[in-house]
């Protein structure tokens, strides 16, 4: 008995003994160090502790998100409509990064079978499933499914694919805009005059940017509106009168703003009155429209142009990094004698080798191209131009286009351009929305980007991943199990 203790004694003191102690008392302290660790990540917020995988990063709040998100004063309620349990998980996971990161902000769930009063005191009955109600005091803004998750259909008849996006964070910073705004910016868009309406796509981001819309037809108003923040004129196929045009250089004397969108396309002629408008500050539309022949700077046709984009505060945010363009577009170019308070500066230009095409089809050649007449005006032209001058108590600014067909639906929806975000920034810049937390942010795409590799490679990476890796796994194992065993 006494051996017998005499070895259990030994076995203590043994080097086998101590090293596995040693690894026994280090498991115990990662074991301990992993709970800790774990037990303090439980109460950080998800904005913090959360991993954004998705390959749009649909929960990850953009800079200009946050900012506004910093600012804010009042007491912001977000319902989540939808019955216990059939809650979008994506909606609710974007709402808690909302929530993380303000105070500000609360977010309920409300199921409309437990609370019917709720949902008509909101007038919100129409609304679907995991719709969502933003609440500041009395002010409301509802936002519909349907608006959270885009589904484009334009190319269902000809290819039979749609195109999904996930607007969640765009539509409640907007609504969050909405409910905090004391006063929305307005725009005045001219009629009268057979002007193009504007798109779908164009007229959906105005709304997301808040801007309140109204029709102003000055024959029967005399005058522009004292609430005009912008003044609208797209497209007019027919002049407008001297009066007219007079309130409206009345308008911008005063401080006004103005987006003009002309197009050669759809006038019916020349537009003398309209034109004085331009030339009161600066500019003047050529004749004809701009054909380009550097390849680098059209579309398949000389008429498609892709126009040098230049630096400016309108188009920051996609410089350098997505293109522009402007079919069928006229030729903008500075009148001399402008006044020297006037600043005009170029955000859209032309290559060398562009001309104006002053008679159509006076020079096609055999093989169909359009070719340079002597009758043709010569380039560089101005696309698209912005205007400032500085009055005595405010700043008048314009941003005058040369194509309406630019920020036509059949344009901005067949390509991947920077088309609607120049429009949007125009606006934002004319009216310096952007201080005023007046924003568009745009949707995510939620289509699935396929990997597509050849059958050999395919074989070769399935062989390596299911023969050669585990093999080399269990090869390594089996040698270090024989090294400790021989140990």
Not at 161 to 175: M, R
Not at 422 to 438: E, I, R
Request: aromatic share 10%; charged share 25%; hydrophobic share 35%.
């Amino acid at each position: 008995m006494k051996v017998k203790d005499n070895n259990i004694k030994k076995s203590f003191k043994s080097g086998a003994f101590k090293k596995g102690s040693y690894s026994a008392g280090l498991c115990a302290v990662v074991i301990a160090v992993i709970i800790a660790i774990n037990m303090v990540a439980t109460q950080l917020p998800d904005s913090v502790k959360s991993i954004d995988l998705t390959s749009q990063k649909y929960f990850t709040l953009s800079k200009s998100t946050k900012d506004i998100l910093k600012k804010l004063n009042d007491e912001i309620t977000i319902y989540q409509v939808s019955n216990k349990g059939s809650e979008d998980k994506t909606i609710s996971k974007l709402l808690k990064k909302y929530q993380d990161l303000s105070d500000k902000i609360t977010v309920k769930s409300l199921d409309p079978e437990l609370n019917p009063g709720l949902v008509t005191q909101y007038e919100a009955s129409d609304l679907s499933q995991n719709s969502l109600i933003v609440l500041n005091g009395d002010k409301k803004k509802l936002i519909d499914y349907s608006d959270i998750y885009e589904t484009d259909y334009s190319g269902y008849y000809t290819t039979g694919n749609t195109s999904t996006s996930f607007d969640g964070e765009g539509e409640i910073t907007s609504a969050i805009n909405y409910v905090t705004m004391d006063e929305l910016p307005k725009m005045y868009t001219l009629t009268g005059h057979d002007e193009q309406k504007l798109s779908q796509t164009i007229s959906d981001a105005f709304v997301k940017q808040n801007i309140e819309m109204a029709d102003l037809n000055l024959l029967t108003a005399g005058n522009v509106p004292e609430d005009c923040d912008i003044l609208g004129i797209f497209a007019p196929a027919k002049d407008c009168s001297k009066e007219e045009a007079q309130s409206i250089i009345s308008y911008l004397e005063n401080g006004g703003k103005a987006l003009i969108v002309m197009n050669y396309y759809f006038s019916a002629g020349d537009l003398p009155n309209f034109g004085s408008v331009l030339d009161a500050y600066g500019v003047a539309m050529e004749q004809g429209y701009v054909n380009e022949v550097d390849e680098n700077y059209y579309f398949r046709q000389g008429y498609y142009l892709i126009p040098e984009i230049k630096q400016h505060d309108i188009t920051s945010s996609f410089y350098n990094s997505m293109y522009v363009m402007a079919p069928i577009s006229q030729g903008i170019k500075k009148v001399d004698g402008a006044r020297e308070t006037l600043k005009i500066e170029d955000l859209l230009t032309t290559s060398d080798s562009s001309y104006s095409d002053v008679d159509y089809g006076a020079e096609i050649a055999a093989d169909g191209t359009n070719t340079k007449s002597s009758d043709d005006i010569s380039g560089p032209f101005s696309l698209a131009v912005s205007i400032t001058e500085e009055n005595e108590d405010s700043t008048t600014k314009l941003v005058v286009y040369g194509s309406y067909i630019m920020f036509t639906d059949d344009i901005i929806n067949s390509y991947s351009l920077a088309n609607v975000d120049m429009l949007k920034n125009s606006v934002s810049w004319m009216c310096d929305l952007k201080s005023a937390g007046t924003i568009s942010i745009d949707a995510k795409s939620m289509d699935v980007a396929q990997n597509t590799i050849a059958a050999g490679k395919a074989n070769a990476w399935t062989v390596c991943y299911v023969v050669l890796i585990p093999l080399f796994v269990i090869v390594i194992g089996f040698v270090i199990w024989y090294r400790r065993r021989r140990a």
